[in-house]
C-alpha cells in the first residue's frame, strides 16, 4: 500500500494516545488507592512522554535509518559513482523516493555513456580519414612545397593530437581498472620527462604503483603546461609525505586566474582571458585528473606566494610484501622496471 508510511504515524499517534489513556486511567486509580502525592503533575506528564517515546521509537528510527542510507546513496552518486543505486524495501513513501532515484540515476548513466559513446566513436572513424589525408599531403609535398603545405600539415598534427585526447579520455572513463600496472619510481619517470622538457627536476625516488605510459602522459601534460602557459624556470619535484607520493610541478607564470578553482580540471575548460593563441584543446589538465583518478592519486593547484603555478598530485605510496617502502628495505629505485613512454 502507497499510502503505509502515513498509515504507520497514524497508528502511532493512535496507540500513543490509547496508551496515555490507559496510563492516565492507572495513574489515578494508584494515586487514590496511594493517595500519595509521590507522582503528582510532574510525574504524570513524565509517565505520558515516556509512554509515547517508546510507542514512537521504532516507526521513527525504521524512517530515519531509510531516509541515511537514501541520503548517503544521493551523495555517492553526486561525487560521481555514478553505478550508485540505493535499496527499495517496503512499498511505502521512502520507497517509491528510492525507486524513482534509482530510475533517474539509470536514466542519466545510460544518456551519459551514450554521450561519450558518441564522442569516442566519431573521434575513432576521424582518425582514417585524417591518415588519408595525411599520405595524401606526404605524396602531393614531393611535387608542391611552401607554407600553405606546411600550414596543412600542422592542422592535421593539431586534429590528430585531438582526437587521441578524445580517445584516451573515453577509454579512461570506460576501462574497470588500469590493465599494465607496476611498481614505478615517479623520480625517475619525472627526471626522463624533465630532461627533455628542460624541467630541473629534483626530490627523493617514490615508488607508486601505475601505468607508466599514462603516468609518463600526466608528467608531461604538466611540463607542457608549465611552459605553455607558464614562466620560466620551471621545475618538478618528488617527495614523501606520510604514506603518500607527491609530485609537485611548477613555473613562475602568470599562475591561474583567482576564482578558476578546480573548474579548471574540466574538460574544454580555459580561463577567461587565457589567450586561444597559447594553443591546445582544454583537455590536458582534464587527463591528468582522469589519470590521477586511476591511480587512486588527488590533484590540485596552488599559487605559490609571488607568482606563478603549482600543480600538486598526491598518490598512495607503494609498499612490498612487508609493508615498508621499497627504497627503505633495499630495493632501490633503479631497480624498479624502466620507462618507456
Ligand atoms: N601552469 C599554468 N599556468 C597558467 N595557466 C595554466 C597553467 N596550466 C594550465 N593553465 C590554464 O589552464 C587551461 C587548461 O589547461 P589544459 O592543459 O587543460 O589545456 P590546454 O593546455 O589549453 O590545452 P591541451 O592541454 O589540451 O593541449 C590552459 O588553457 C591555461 O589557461
Ligand atoms: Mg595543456
Known amino acids: 500500500m502507497r499510502n503505509s508510511l502515513f498509515v504507520k504515524i497514524y497508528l502511532t499517534v493512535l496507540i500513543s494516545l490509547a496508551a496515555v489513556t490507559i496510563a492516565s486511567a492507572i495513574f489515578v486509580e494508584v494515586g487514590q488507592e496511594l493517595e500519595s ?52 524495501r517496503g512499498s511505502d513513501e521512502v520507497a517509491a523516493v528510492a525507486a524513482s532515484f534509482n530510475r533517474a540515476a539509470e536514466q542519466i548513466e545510460r544518456l551519459l555513456a551514450a554521450h561519450s559513446s558518441l564522442l569516442a566513436n566519431a573521434s575513432h572513424e576521424l582518425r582514417s580519414p585524417l591518415a588519408r589525408l595525411r599520405v595524401a599531403i606526404d605524396l602531393i609535398a614531393n611535387e608542391q612545397s ?10 592535421l598534427a593539431e586534429l590528430d593530437a585531438l582526437v587521441e585526447e578524445i580517445l584516451l579520455a573515453s577509454r579512461l572513463d570506460h576501462i574497470e581498472k588500469l590493465e599494465q600496472v607496476e611498481p614505478v619510481d615517479l623520480l625517475a619517470l ?34 607542457q603546461n608549465a611552459q605553455r602557459h607558464g614562466r620560466p624556470p620551471v621545475s ?35 580561463p577567461q582571458g587565457s589567450s586561444e593563441t597559447a594553443g ?53 629505485a633503479s631497480a624498479l622496471p624502466s620507462l618507456r613512454e
Open 236 to 270: 618538478a619535484h618528488v617527495g614523501i609525505e606520510g604514506g603518500s607520493v607527491v609530485l609537485k610541478v611548477c613555473d613562475h607564470g602568470p599562475g591561474l586566474p583567482e576564482g578558476t578553482g578546480e573548474r579548471v580540471f574540466e574538460p574544454f575548460f580555459r
Open 146 to 155: 611552401g607554407p600553405m603545405r606546411d600550414e596543412i600539415v600542422r592542422n
Open 190 to 223: 619525472t627526471a626522463e620527462k624533465g630532461a627533455r622538457f628542460g624541467v630541473d627536476v629534483s626530490g627523493e625516488p617514490g615508488v607508486v604503483v601505475g601505468d607508466p605510459k599514462l603516468l609518463m602522459r600526466l608528467v608531461r601534460n604538466l611540463m
Open 37 to 88: 502525592a509521590a507522582f503528582g503533575p510532574a510525574g504524570f506528564f513524565a509517565l505520558i512522554a515516556a509512554v509515547i517515546g517508546l510507542v514512537a521509537f521504532p516507526v521513527v528510527r525504521h524512517l530515519t535509518r531509510r531516509l541515511e542510507a537514501l541520503r548517503k546513496g544521493a551523495d555517492r552518486w553526486g561525487a560521481g559513482a555514478l553505478d550508485t543505486r540505493v535499496a527499495v
Open 280 to 332: 591546445g584543446w582544454g583537455l590536458g589538465l582534464s587527463l591528468v585528473r582522469k589519470i590521477a583518478l586511476r591511480h587512486g592519486a588527488t590533484v590540485h593547484h596552488e599559487s605559490p606566494s609571488g607568482a606563478g603555478a603549482c600543480f600538486v598530485v598526491t598518490f598512495p605510496a607503494y609498499l612490498d610484501m612487508a609493508g615498508a617502502y621499497p627504497c627503505e628495505s633495499g630495493r632501490s
